[in-house]
Protein backbone atom coordinates (compact mmCIF):
# COMPACT_ATOMS: atom_id res chain seq x y z
CA UNK A 1 0.00 0.00 0.00
CA UNK A 2 1.07 3.12 -0.86
CA UNK A 3 -0.34 6.93 -1.24
CA UNK A 4 -1.15 8.78 -3.86
CA UNK A 5 -2.80 12.28 -4.93
CA UNK A 6 -5.72 12.10 -7.36
CA UNK A 7 -6.02 15.55 -8.99
CA UNK A 8 -9.18 16.55 -10.67
CA UNK A 9 -10.79 19.87 -11.49
CA UNK A 10 -14.39 20.70 -9.65
CA UNK A 11 -16.41 23.71 -10.63
CA UNK A 12 -18.45 24.99 -7.89
CA UNK A 13 -21.49 26.35 -6.85
CA UNK A 14 -21.49 30.30 -5.92
CA UNK A 15 -22.31 29.29 -2.28
CA UNK A 16 -19.30 27.15 -2.41
CA UNK A 17 -17.26 29.41 -4.37
CA UNK A 18 -17.62 31.88 -1.60
CA UNK A 19 -16.94 29.85 1.02
CA UNK A 20 -13.79 28.72 -0.46
CA UNK A 21 -12.85 32.40 -1.06
CA UNK A 22 -13.41 33.06 2.82
CA UNK A 23 -11.60 29.55 3.81
CA UNK A 24 -8.75 31.06 1.61
CA UNK A 25 -8.48 34.17 3.09
CA UNK A 26 -8.87 32.97 6.73
CA UNK A 27 -6.24 30.44 6.18
CA UNK A 28 -3.62 32.91 4.42
CA UNK A 29 -4.59 35.26 7.28
CA UNK A 30 -3.53 32.27 9.71
CA UNK A 31 -0.24 31.65 7.98
CA UNK A 32 1.10 34.98 7.75
CA UNK A 33 0.36 36.24 11.15
CA UNK A 34 1.62 33.15 12.65
CA UNK A 35 4.91 33.21 10.34
CA UNK A 36 5.01 37.17 10.91
CA UNK A 37 4.85 36.33 14.58
CA UNK A 38 7.68 33.30 14.25
CA UNK A 39 9.73 35.31 12.29
CA UNK A 40 9.67 38.49 14.72
CA UNK A 41 10.09 36.01 17.83
CA UNK A 42 13.58 34.77 16.13
CA UNK A 43 14.93 37.98 14.72
CA UNK A 44 14.18 40.08 18.50
CA UNK A 45 14.82 37.29 20.52
CA UNK A 46 16.08 34.36 19.03
CA UNK A 47 13.07 32.05 19.90
CA UNK A 48 11.80 29.46 18.10
CA UNK A 49 7.84 29.12 18.26
CA UNK A 50 6.60 25.49 18.78
CA UNK A 51 3.45 23.98 16.97
CA UNK A 52 1.73 23.84 19.93
CA UNK A 53 2.36 27.70 20.93
CA UNK A 54 1.53 28.68 17.61
CA UNK A 55 -2.19 26.40 18.15
CA UNK A 56 -2.59 27.95 21.59
CA UNK A 57 -2.07 31.47 19.82
CA UNK A 58 -4.51 30.47 17.48
CA UNK A 59 -7.01 30.72 19.84
CA UNK A 60 -5.88 34.31 21.42
CA UNK A 61 -6.94 34.75 17.14
CA UNK A 62 -9.49 34.14 17.22
CA UNK A 63 -10.96 35.94 19.21
CA UNK A 64 -9.23 39.00 18.53
CA UNK A 65 -10.79 38.21 14.77
CA UNK A 66 -14.11 36.74 15.45
CA UNK A 67 -14.78 36.18 11.68
CA UNK A 68 -11.84 33.09 12.03
CA UNK A 69 -14.59 30.91 13.40
CA UNK A 70 -16.76 31.41 10.04
CA UNK A 71 -14.24 29.03 8.44
CA UNK A 72 -13.86 25.47 9.51
CA UNK A 73 -11.35 24.97 12.30
CA UNK A 74 -9.64 21.68 10.49
CA UNK A 75 -9.01 24.29 8.02
CA UNK A 76 -6.50 26.80 10.14
CA UNK A 77 -5.05 23.66 12.47
CA UNK A 78 -3.97 22.45 9.09
CA UNK A 79 -2.40 25.29 8.19
CA UNK A 80 -0.48 25.53 11.05
CA UNK A 81 0.62 21.64 10.73
CA UNK A 82 1.40 22.73 7.49
CA UNK A 83 3.95 25.82 8.25
CA UNK A 84 5.17 23.51 10.89
CA UNK A 85 6.05 21.21 8.27
CA UNK A 86 7.84 23.72 6.14
CA UNK A 87 9.64 24.75 9.04
CA UNK A 88 10.85 21.11 9.85
CA UNK A 89 11.80 20.83 6.07
CA UNK A 90 13.73 24.03 6.28
CA UNK A 91 15.55 23.31 9.51
CA UNK A 92 16.28 19.74 7.52
CA UNK A 93 19.79 20.40 6.10
CA UNK A 94 19.34 17.95 3.88
CA UNK A 95 16.61 19.13 2.22
CA UNK A 96 18.10 22.61 1.27
CA UNK A 97 14.56 24.22 1.32
CA UNK A 98 13.87 27.73 1.47
CA UNK A 99 12.55 29.58 4.70
CA UNK A 100 8.56 29.67 4.40
CA UNK A 101 7.17 32.58 2.85
CA UNK A 102 4.13 34.98 2.94
CA UNK A 103 1.23 33.88 0.84
CA UNK A 104 -0.19 36.60 -1.72
CA UNK A 105 -3.86 37.23 -2.09
CA UNK A 106 -2.64 37.20 -6.30
CA UNK A 107 -0.97 33.76 -6.22
CA UNK A 108 -2.61 30.16 -6.18
CA UNK A 109 -4.77 29.76 -3.63
CA UNK A 110 -5.81 26.60 -0.95
CA UNK A 111 -6.51 24.88 1.93
CA UNK A 112 -6.23 21.18 3.16
CA UNK A 113 -9.31 19.08 5.01
CA UNK A 114 -8.80 16.49 6.82
CA UNK A 115 -11.52 13.37 7.32
CA UNK A 116 -13.22 16.18 10.07
CA UNK A 117 -14.17 18.12 7.26
CA UNK A 118 -15.61 16.58 4.73
CA UNK A 119 -17.72 13.36 3.94
CA UNK A 120 -16.82 11.04 1.00
CA UNK A 121 -19.64 8.98 0.06
CA UNK A 122 -20.96 7.50 -3.00
CA UNK A 123 -17.63 8.41 -4.73
CA UNK A 124 -18.96 11.96 -3.82
CA UNK A 125 -17.13 15.11 -1.68
CA UNK A 126 -18.99 17.41 0.56
CA UNK A 127 -16.70 19.97 2.65
CA UNK A 128 -17.91 20.84 6.18
CA UNK A 129 -20.64 23.96 6.06
CA UNK A 130 -21.75 23.46 2.39
CA UNK A 131 -24.75 20.76 2.03
CA UNK A 132 -23.97 19.93 -1.65
CA UNK A 133 -21.32 18.16 -2.62
CA UNK A 134 -18.60 19.24 -4.77
CA UNK A 135 -19.25 19.60 -8.78
CA UNK A 136 -16.22 17.39 -9.71
CA UNK A 137 -15.18 16.52 -12.91
CA UNK A 138 -13.98 12.34 -11.93
CA UNK A 139 -11.87 11.64 -14.98
CA UNK A 140 -11.40 7.99 -12.91
CA UNK A 141 -13.04 6.37 -9.52
CA UNK A 142 -10.84 6.86 -6.46
CA UNK A 143 -9.36 3.49 -5.25
CA UNK A 144 -10.09 4.49 -1.51
CA UNK A 145 -11.45 6.91 0.56
CA UNK A 146 -9.57 10.07 0.76
CA UNK A 147 -7.56 10.71 3.90
CA UNK A 148 -7.03 14.22 3.25
CA UNK A 149 -8.08 16.71 0.33
CA UNK A 150 -6.68 19.58 -0.77
CA UNK A 151 -8.87 22.44 -2.78
CA UNK A 152 -6.64 25.06 -4.49
CA UNK A 153 -7.20 27.73 -7.01
CA UNK A 154 -4.74 27.89 -9.64
CA UNK A 155 -4.26 32.20 -10.72
CA UNK A 156 -6.23 31.45 -13.48
CA UNK A 157 -9.16 31.05 -11.31
CA UNK A 158 -9.61 27.51 -12.05
CA UNK A 159 -10.07 25.37 -9.20
CA UNK A 160 -8.73 21.38 -8.45
CA UNK A 161 -9.26 18.84 -5.68
CA UNK A 162 -6.42 16.58 -4.90
CA UNK A 163 -7.43 13.83 -3.18
CA UNK A 164 -4.94 11.56 -1.11
CA UNK A 165 -5.78 7.81 -1.39
CA UNK A 166 -3.81 4.32 -0.70
CA UNK A 167 -3.60 2.39 -3.20
CA UNK A 168 -1.55 -0.30 -4.09
CA UNK A 169 0.52 -0.49 -7.50
CA UNK A 170 0.49 -3.20 -9.81
CA UNK A 171 3.83 -4.18 -10.69
CA UNK A 172 4.46 -4.52 -14.65
CA UNK A 173 5.62 -7.99 -16.24
CA UNK A 174 9.50 -7.88 -16.35
CA UNK A 175 11.32 -7.42 -19.94
CA UNK A 176 14.76 -7.62 -20.72
CA UNK A 177 15.00 -4.20 -22.58
CA UNK A 178 17.13 -1.31 -21.10
CA UNK A 179 17.75 1.87 -21.78
CA UNK A 180 19.72 5.26 -21.87
CA UNK A 181 18.06 8.68 -21.65
CA UNK A 182 20.29 11.68 -22.32
CA UNK A 183 18.00 15.11 -21.20
CA UNK A 184 18.36 17.72 -24.15
CA UNK A 185 17.39 21.09 -25.09
CA UNK A 186 16.29 20.75 -28.81
CA UNK A 187 14.41 17.25 -27.46
CA UNK A 188 13.41 17.20 -24.06
CA UNK A 189 14.92 13.39 -24.10
CA UNK A 190 17.08 11.02 -26.49
CA UNK A 191 17.05 7.49 -25.72
CA UNK A 192 20.19 5.09 -26.79
CA UNK A 193 17.66 3.27 -29.04
CA UNK A 194 17.76 6.64 -31.33
CA UNK A 195 14.32 8.04 -30.55
CA UNK A 196 14.13 11.63 -30.29
CA UNK A 197 11.59 12.87 -28.24
CA UNK A 198 11.22 16.22 -29.84
CA UNK A 199 10.13 19.24 -27.58
CA UNK A 200 6.62 20.50 -27.40
CA UNK A 201 8.89 24.36 -26.56
CA UNK A 202 5.38 25.61 -25.92
CA UNK A 203 6.88 28.40 -24.02
CA UNK A 204 8.45 29.48 -27.75
CA UNK A 205 4.72 28.90 -29.67
CA UNK A 206 3.64 30.92 -27.02
CA UNK A 207 6.24 33.73 -26.14
CA UNK A 208 5.02 36.27 -28.76
CA UNK A 209 1.42 36.26 -27.47
CA UNK A 210 2.36 35.82 -23.97
CA UNK A 211 5.16 39.00 -24.62
CA UNK A 212 2.22 40.69 -26.38
CA UNK A 213 -0.45 40.21 -23.15
CA UNK A 214 2.91 41.26 -21.09
CA UNK A 215 3.08 44.50 -22.55
CA UNK A 216 -0.40 45.26 -22.19
CA UNK A 217 -0.50 44.78 -18.68
CA UNK A 218 2.32 46.69 -18.24
CA UNK A 219 0.45 49.40 -19.89
CA UNK A 220 -2.27 49.47 -17.56
CA UNK A 221 -3.24 51.29 -14.49
CA UNK A 222 -2.41 49.76 -11.39
CA UNK A 223 -5.29 48.86 -9.00
CA UNK A 224 -7.69 48.63 -12.17
CA UNK A 225 -10.27 46.33 -13.64
CA UNK A 226 -8.68 46.29 -16.91
CA UNK A 227 -5.05 45.53 -15.74
CA UNK A 228 -6.73 42.55 -12.90
CA UNK A 229 -8.69 41.32 -16.54
CA UNK A 230 -5.03 41.30 -18.39
CA UNK A 231 -3.56 39.61 -15.80
CA UNK A 232 -5.99 36.55 -16.02
CA UNK A 233 -5.39 36.32 -19.13
CA UNK A 234 -1.55 36.38 -18.71
CA UNK A 235 -2.04 33.65 -16.37
CA UNK A 236 -4.24 31.63 -18.18
CA UNK A 237 -1.93 31.27 -20.74
CA UNK A 238 0.82 30.25 -18.16
CA UNK A 239 -1.36 27.89 -17.08
CA UNK A 240 -2.22 26.33 -20.73
CA UNK A 241 1.57 26.01 -21.12
CA UNK A 242 2.15 24.48 -18.09
CA UNK A 243 -0.57 21.67 -18.87
CA UNK A 244 0.46 20.81 -22.29
CA UNK A 245 4.29 20.21 -20.70
CA UNK A 246 2.71 18.18 -18.21
CA UNK A 247 0.90 15.98 -20.36
CA UNK A 248 3.85 16.15 -22.58
CA UNK A 249 5.80 14.48 -20.00
CA UNK A 250 3.22 12.08 -18.28
CA UNK A 251 3.12 10.43 -22.18
CA UNK A 252 6.40 9.81 -22.71
CA UNK A 253 7.35 8.41 -19.18
CA UNK A 254 4.47 6.11 -19.74
CA UNK A 255 6.35 5.06 -22.28
CA UNK A 256 9.40 4.67 -21.23
CA UNK A 257 8.24 2.86 -17.89
CA UNK A 258 6.17 0.41 -19.88
CA UNK A 259 8.92 -0.62 -22.34
CA UNK A 260 12.05 -1.02 -20.42
CA UNK A 261 12.99 -2.30 -16.94
CA UNK A 262 16.10 -0.70 -16.31
CA UNK A 263 16.33 3.40 -16.98
CA UNK A 264 19.48 4.99 -17.14
CA UNK A 265 19.97 8.89 -16.50
CA UNK A 266 21.81 11.53 -15.45
CA UNK A 267 21.75 12.69 -12.40
CA UNK A 268 21.26 16.51 -13.44
CA UNK A 269 21.67 19.58 -10.77
CA UNK A 270 19.27 21.52 -12.57
CA UNK A 271 19.23 24.13 -9.66
CA UNK A 272 22.64 24.97 -9.98
CA UNK A 273 22.00 24.79 -14.39
CA UNK A 274 18.98 27.10 -14.23
CA UNK A 275 20.93 29.79 -12.30
CA UNK A 276 23.03 29.89 -15.84
CA UNK A 277 21.11 32.26 -17.70
CA UNK A 278 21.54 31.02 -21.18
CA UNK A 279 20.69 27.61 -20.25
CA UNK A 280 18.10 28.67 -17.92
CA UNK A 281 14.77 29.46 -19.90
CA UNK A 282 14.77 26.75 -22.21
CA UNK A 283 15.51 24.22 -19.01
CA UNK A 284 12.92 25.52 -17.33
CA UNK A 285 11.18 25.14 -20.52
CA UNK A 286 11.74 21.92 -21.61
CA UNK A 287 11.01 20.61 -17.75
CA UNK A 288 13.96 18.24 -17.03
CA UNK A 289 12.68 18.06 -13.38
CA UNK A 290 9.02 17.11 -13.81
CA UNK A 291 9.88 14.73 -16.14
CA UNK A 292 12.84 12.62 -13.95
CA UNK A 293 10.17 13.34 -10.94
CA UNK A 294 7.44 11.10 -13.45
CA UNK A 295 10.26 8.86 -13.83
CA UNK A 296 11.07 8.33 -10.33
CA UNK A 297 7.93 8.11 -9.19
CA UNK A 298 6.20 5.51 -12.20
CA UNK A 299 9.35 3.31 -12.14
CA UNK A 300 9.14 2.48 -8.06
CA UNK A 301 5.03 1.52 -8.60
CA UNK A 302 5.95 -0.15 -11.46
CA UNK A 303 8.68 -2.01 -9.71
CA UNK A 304 11.27 -1.03 -12.11
CA UNK A 305 14.80 0.73 -11.66
CA UNK A 306 15.73 4.23 -12.63
CA UNK A 307 19.59 4.44 -11.84
CA UNK A 308 21.12 7.69 -11.85
CA UNK A 309 24.52 8.22 -13.30
CA UNK A 310 27.02 10.78 -12.41
CA UNK A 311 26.87 14.26 -14.11
CA UNK A 312 30.10 14.31 -14.34
CA UNK A 313 30.90 11.17 -16.26
CA UNK A 314 31.79 12.65 -19.81
CA UNK A 315 28.93 11.47 -21.59
CA UNK A 316 29.05 13.32 -24.59
CA UNK A 317 32.95 13.49 -25.55
CA UNK A 318 33.19 9.70 -25.14
CA UNK A 319 32.81 7.98 -28.36
CA UNK A 320 30.34 4.59 -27.58
CA UNK A 321 32.10 2.57 -29.86
CA UNK A 322 35.57 2.65 -29.64
CA UNK A 323 36.08 4.99 -26.09
CA UNK A 324 38.12 7.50 -27.89
CA UNK A 325 37.50 10.88 -26.21
CA UNK A 326 37.78 14.40 -28.05
CA UNK A 327 39.04 17.03 -26.29
CA UNK A 328 36.62 19.97 -27.16
CA UNK A 329 33.49 19.76 -27.88
CA UNK A 330 31.75 23.01 -28.47
CA UNK A 331 27.72 22.57 -27.05
CA UNK A 332 26.87 23.57 -31.37
CA UNK A 333 29.12 20.95 -32.67
CA UNK A 334 25.91 18.16 -32.66
CA UNK A 335 27.53 15.95 -35.40
CA UNK A 336 30.98 14.49 -36.03
CA UNK A 337 33.18 11.48 -37.16
CA UNK A 338 34.87 9.52 -34.92
CA UNK A 339 38.71 9.51 -34.99
CA UNK A 340 39.33 6.78 -33.29
CA UNK A 341 36.49 4.29 -35.34
CA UNK A 342 35.39 6.98 -38.18
CA UNK A 343 32.08 6.05 -37.47
CA UNK A 344 29.65 8.78 -37.57
CA UNK A 345 28.63 10.00 -34.25
CA UNK A 346 24.79 11.70 -33.14
CA UNK A 347 26.12 13.59 -29.93
CA UNK A 348 23.06 13.13 -28.29
CA UNK A 349 22.05 9.48 -29.15
CA UNK A 350 26.13 8.70 -28.43
CA UNK A 351 25.63 10.31 -25.25
CA UNK A 352 22.50 8.61 -24.08
CA UNK A 353 24.65 5.57 -25.02
CA UNK A 354 27.12 5.68 -22.68
CA UNK A 355 24.54 6.78 -19.49
CA UNK A 356 23.20 3.22 -20.45
CA UNK A 357 26.52 1.59 -20.33
CA UNK A 358 27.78 3.24 -16.99
CA UNK A 359 24.31 3.28 -16.00
CA UNK A 360 24.52 -0.82 -16.18
CA UNK A 361 27.98 -1.04 -15.33
CA UNK A 362 27.39 0.40 -11.64
CA UNK A 363 28.53 3.93 -12.27
CA UNK A 364 25.84 5.18 -10.06
CA UNK A 365 25.21 8.43 -9.29
CA UNK A 366 28.35 9.61 -6.99
CA UNK A 367 30.51 6.47 -7.34
CA UNK A 368 32.54 8.03 -10.39
CA UNK A 369 34.31 12.01 -9.33
CA UNK A 370 36.56 11.53 -12.50
CA UNK A 371 36.20 12.63 -15.64
CA UNK A 372 35.42 16.39 -17.50
CA UNK A 373 32.19 17.68 -17.20
CA UNK A 374 30.05 16.27 -20.35
ZN1 LIG B 1 34.85 5.77 -32.18
Keep these: MTKRAYKERFYPTSEQAELLAQSFGCARF ?26 KRLVGLKAEFPWLKDVSSVILQQTLRDQKAAFDNFFNP ?6 PRFKRKDGR ?14 GEITIAKTRTPLPIRWSRPLPSAPSTITLSCDRAGRYF ?7 TPQALPI ?33 AKLAFLQRRLAKKQKGSKNRAKAKQKVARLHAKIADCRRDAAHKATRTLINENQVLCIESLNIAGMVKNRHLAKAISDAGWGEFVRQLDYKATWAGRQVVKVSQWFPSSKRCHGCGHKVEKLPLSQRHWHCQGCGEPIDRDINAANNIKTAGLAGFACGATGAGAAA
Design 109 to 122: QSIRLTKAAFRYRD
Design 30 to 55: VWNNTLAYRTEAYKQRGESVSHSAAE
Design 161 to 167: ISCLCEF
Design 94 to 99: KLKARY
Design 175 to 207: TPKTVGIDLGLTDLFITSDGVKSGNPRHLKRYE
